[in-house]
């Protein structure tokens, strides 16, 4: 076992993520023996102490087969009404097979805007917290219901990162039909290598994860490794394995093969965890190199440095900072809304006033308000040095 491997026992909160095909067959229905299966494992962690949250999957799958609905894709209205059919069948089962454990679930159900938003997300947190508190186990997935395209997260791979970060969990576990990370998809490519390991998220990883509209990637690796980014950015360490076995959790603690992220090293505020972890920027603010390095070393971001506007945003919302060739480096929260943001631009701090009418705030993104985004870090000089070492 390595550094990263840790029993999952020395954990403190842990969100397990379920995905719909462990929990509906989709001719039989409820895999009602796994179920129960996994709430033993689930009642076994919490006798050690540690707060379990699920993210389940599975509503309208469960919602098809009580509807008997045929094969082949549905149309957004079907979905959201197989979704409340099956969300209600869903949430009893847990409720029963956990209560033979002598556990108490509690239903949660989110939309995109319960997260993005700070005031939704500190109230849907505090309930969540408050169920712990008390014992009980969250049940938690996407609002289907109500979810259209523009408001839904569309898997909850990223919900549970997000649910995870809202609730400062040490570590979460994607659990699918997928046992972890593969060098190559290994269906295609008999060289693929298992990844039981991977220290940090970094661009050659997230290229094995397939981009973003690769067929086979679809709800598979891509939104896994997008919810590392999330989850391990914010401390909390991720492991994808199989759920196939009945008792997966048991298997994970016996050793079973499983891809293990580490969290990265520099945890950051509860707020700044909420402003990295935002899933739809409101615009872009293109930097120049020279505020690009002062982000770097931990400046604001002022309107001097930026050279280009996109998105019609508000003060308040999240933008990403990118570079001049689009990448990412950051994200905070505007201090303008766009259309004032545009006109002072590449000007001087003191200039705002004359050009505004106003005295508005000297930094475009506070220092405060803004979080470096991990996966973007400019390379210090000490980076390319040990780069050219490695060569
Ligand atoms: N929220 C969807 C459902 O419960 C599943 C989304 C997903 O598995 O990624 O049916």
């Known amino acids: 076992m390595t550094a990263a491997r840790r029993p999952l026992a020395s954990h403190r909160r842990i969100v397990i993520k379920i995905g719909s095909a462990l929990l509906v067959d989709r001719k039989t229905g409820l895999r009602a ?150 060098t190559a998809p290994p269906h295609l490519d008999p060289e693929a290598r298992f990844l039981d390991i991977i220290p940090a998220i970094t661009p050659e990883i997230e290229a094995m994860a397939g981009g973003a509209a690769s067929e086979l990637s679809r709800g598979g690796m891509r939104t896994k490794i997008d919810a590392g980014k999330i989850a391990t950015g914010a401390g909390c360490s991720m492991i994808i394995a199989s759920g196939k076995t009945e008792h997966p959790l048991r298997a994970i603690e016996e050793g079973v093969r499983s891809s293990w992220f580490a969290p990265s090293g520099t945890p950051v505020t509860a707020r700044k965890t909420w402003i990295a972890g935002q899933l739809q920027p409101a615009g872009e603010l293109f930097v120049d190199e020279g505020a690009e390095n002062a982000l770097g070393t931990g400046k604001s971001l002022l309107p001097a440095g930026v050279r280009r506007i996109e998105g019609n945003f508000h003060r308040g919302d999240t933008v990403a900072i990118v570079g001049m060739d689009g990448r990412e480096i950051a994200r905070g929260l505007a201090s303008y809304d766009a259309e004032e943001a545009r006109q002072i631009i590449g000007r001087k701090s003191g200039e705002i006033e004359a050009i505004l009418g106003y005295a508005g705030r000297a930094a475009m993104v506070h220092r405060d308000d803004l979080v470096m985004t991990a996966s973007a870090r400019r390379k210090t000089k000490k980076d390319l040095k040990e780069d050219a070492a490695h060569a």
Do not use: F, H
Request: aromatic share 4%; glycine share 8%.
């Open 33 to 182: 023996q796994w179920l129960d299966a996994i709430c033993a494992d689930i009642a076994a962690l919490k006798g050690k102490g540690i707060n379990v949250l699920v993210v389940s999957s599975g509503a309208i799958a469960m919602g098809r087969t009580v509807l008997d609905l045929p094969a082949g894709a549905l149309k957004l209205e079907e979905s959201q009404a197989a979704a409340a059919v099956g969300q209600i069948a869903l949430a009893r089962a847990w409720s029963e097979s956990l209560s033979r454990d002598g556990i108490v679930a509690g239903q949660i159900l989110l939309t995109l805007g319960d997260t993005e938003e700070r005031r939704r997300y500190l109230n849907a947190r505090a309930t969540i917290n408050q169920l712990l508190k008390i014992g009980a186990v969250p049940i938690i997935n996407e609002n289907d219901t109500v979810a259209t395209t523009e408001i839904r997260y569309g898997d909850n791979d990223r919900l549970a990162a997000r649910v995870a970060t809202m609730t400062s969990a040490d570590l979460l576990i994607l659990l699918s039909d997928i046992d972890g990370l593969y």
